[in-house]
Each structure stands twice: as structure tokens, then as C-alpha cells.
């Protein structure tokens, strides 16, 4: 187990770390009885389960806790579930000891499918790749297969149009398919802008450790999103309809995650889409707690600090009991705030501060980057001090836009590094 802490000068954030450290930590059902799977509780807490959608966005700080195996255990047995029968579709829950759960599967034509699930767990699976720098997250057979289809036969085979875009049927119903996570949108979609985001950053990722023509793939999906602006609203449609037109309009899902994805690019169409985001969360924000966990990723990856801090203290102070919460505060608190990138199979990692005014200093101890322990300390916005405690090799670290460094273990450094938003 992790032995991760945070400190920081608001005691806040220490106790935030603590409740949060704690209550994942109880969420595991590894040696809970005879049987289990290396597995953690990822659903709703009625529900001793684990679902795709909350695996993958519980992974990182799964990681961060030392939860690697049960991390590995969950994503394999999901994609072992995407048999030629589902029409590569994973399933989307088991129960902790592997079986299915009857809940969400009535047989192999009736059970719930969500096609941003399929990309997400390409997608996510790849990160941990990054944090672990374990092969077995490539060489697997049966991960590696399941990257591969998701962005082959499983494509194929719900692409009826030939525009290298999965549909769905469009009626709503989850157990025949829908197209986008948001289980309750306004009109039912035959393609997501959540579904697009996740495709291109499963291609993304794919394309860095198996080939280029994944690259080329992701770039054909954005290209097609990129037409999908209207310059009135300043925002992107958030799906298409069954009879083709863009439908636009607040999304939840189907908005934020371009932005986290990246789908969206940079410039200033993606700044006003941003600010049109905010604007719908001030006024119709989303009616789910674990909704709003994705929002502290979306806005330090766009670099509004600020933003992301105010929601991930909204997730701190619900203290809510859904898995998700506790798992992605984590991940919030260490890799977010702190703005981390890791790359442990090429021995690097690079750091971006993303404090708010609020957090004059936060230090992250015991973070895992492949064999590497680290300690990381950032002042504000400008300073990082890494020590290395231990690992197999030097680690080259990046601080913003300074360095990179070239750290032996026992080795700390202390690095001064401007920050964008503070340049003239």
C-alpha cells in the first residue's frame, strides 16, 4: 500500500487529503471475501459492483494509493468482456469476485453499452501505462487486443455511415446502446461529442506506443468536431441527431470533456467554449455529485486554476460517500494541483504547477512514478523542489519550462520556473 501524504500551509487541504486518502482506502474489496478480483468499489454505493465509466476515472488516484493491481485486474476483465457476440462492446459492471452483474446484463443483445466507455478504457489504461511505466499494460494479450478493437472492429462495426464515427441507435435506451455518458440528455444522440473526445484521445494515446495511423485517425475525428462550432453561442454542438443535424446547447458531458480531452484545441474558439462552460455551470449545473468530478480536470488542463480549485472544493466539501469522489480527490490533490505528467517507461516526468492563490505551498510525498519515489514541493507558481528517494535509474524531470533535470536517487533538486499567466 501507498504510503502517499500531502502537506500544505492550508490545513485544509491536509484534511481534505486525509478524508479522502482514507475513505478509498475502504473502498477496496481485494481480500473483502473469498474469490474477489484485485478490486476496488467503483459505483454506487448500493451497488457492490465496479462499472467501466467509474474504473477508468478512478485509476489515477487508485494508482496514487498503491491500488496497481487491482487497477490491471478491473481493466482486463472489462476487456475480456468485448466479444464479437456484443459487437465489441465491454460489458459494463461486474461484481468484485468477476461475474456479471445482472443489474445492468440481460443477455448478449441487452445489456447497457455506452460508447464512450469502449475509448475510455483505451484511453485510461494507456495513462496508467505513463504512471507505472509496467509493460504488462501493453503487452497483455488481451489489453493489447482490446486497444486494437476498440479502434478497428469496434468502429467498424457501428460506423453505418462510413465517417470513422461509432453511432448509436438514437433512442436513449441504455441497454440498446447510447452515444454519449449522459444518460438524460434533452434529445437522444446518434453521435456524442464525449464519445469524439474519448475516440481522439484513445487514438492519441494508441498512436504513442503502436503506430502512427492512430494519429492520423485522431486527426480525422477532430477535424470532423472542429465543424461542429456555432459562433452565436460560442460553443461547440453536443451531439449529432438521428436525422443528422448538430444539436447545440449544454451538454454536461457532452460539453466538458473536450476541453479535458483536448478535442477541441487550443486558441480562441476553445477559450470562448471554456468560458461558455462556466457559464452553464453558474446556471444549470449538473444534478450528480460524481458529474462534477471530471470539472477540477477540465479546467487545470486549460489552465484556469482558479476554476479548478473552486470545484474541486465544492468535491472536498461534499464529503459525498459516491466512490468516485473520494478516488479523484486524490488525484486532484496530487496530480492536479501539482500539475503531473508522468512517463515512467522513459524514465521522465514533467511538473506544471497549478496552485491557486489560495495554497501558498503544497508538498506530495511517496508519489509512485513507475519504481521512481518522489517528493515534490511547489512554492506558488514558480518554485519546485523534486527529491528522488529511490529508484532503478536517473529520472529526468521537467519544471514548467525549465530544466529538464537528470535526478539520481537521493538526488533533490530546486527549480525556478516563470509561469505562463505571469509573463508580460
Known sequence: MSELTVTADLGYVEDAFAWARKRALEWVRTDAAPGNLPSYWAGYPSRPMFYSRDVCHQAAGAHLLGLDAENFAMFRHFARSATAERKWYPLWAFHFDGSIAALDYHGDEHFVREIPAVFDLTYRALRQYGWTGDRAWLDD????????????????????????????????????????????????????????????????????????????????????????????????????????????????????????????????????????????????????????????????????????????????????????????????????????????????????????????????????VGDWDLRITQEGRHTTEITVHGGPGPLTVTVGSAGPWILEPGQTVRATSPHPKDLP
Open 141 to 368: 494479450p488481451d489489453l493489447a487486443a482490446y486497444y486494437e478493437r476498440s479502434a478497428g472492429d469496434f468502429v467498424r462495426a457501428h460506423d453505418h455511415d462510413g465517417d470513422g464515427l461509432p453511432e448509436a441507435p438514437g433512442t436513449g435506451d441504455i441497454f440498446e446502446g447510447t452515444a454519449t455518458y449522459n444518460e438524460h440528455p434533452e434529445r437522444p444522440l446518434t453521435v456524442a461529442a464525449d464519445g469524439l473526445a474519448l475516440q481522439y484521445a484513445a487514438l492519441l494515446e494508441l498512436a504513442r506506443h503502436f503506430g502512427d495511423n492512430h494519429r492520423l485517425a485522431a486527426e480525422a475525428v477532430q477535424r470532423e468536431f472542429l465543424g461542429w462550432w456555432d459562433e452565436a453561442s460560442g460553443s461547440y454542438a453536443r451531439g449529432r441527431l438521428g436525422d443528422g443535424t448538430l444539436d447545440f446547447g449544454w451538454g454536461l458531458e457532452t460539453s466538458w470533456f473536450v476541453p479535458m480531452t483536448g478535442l477541441g484545441g487550443s486558441g480562441v474558439r476553445a477559450e470562448r467554449f471554456l468560458d461558455f462552460i462556466e457559464q452553464q455551470l453558474e446556471s444549470d449545473p449538473p444534478p450528480n455529485i460524481e458529474a462534477f468530478s471530471y470539472l477540477p480536470e477540465v479546467f487545470f488542463r486549460s489552465g484556469r486554476d482558479e476554476s479548478a480549485w473552486r470545484w474541486l472544493r465544492h468535491l472536498i466539501d461534499s464529503r459525498d460517500d459516491y466512490p468516485e469522489i473520494s478516488f479523484t480527490v486524490v488525484e486532484h490533490l496530487v496530480a492536479g494541483l501539482l500539475g503531473l505528467v508522468p512517463d515512467a517507461a522513459e524514465a521522465s516526468l514533467t511538473i506544471d504547477s497549478h496552485l491557486p492563490a489560495e495554497i501558498g505551498w503544497l508538498t506530495a510525498d511517496h508519489v509512485h
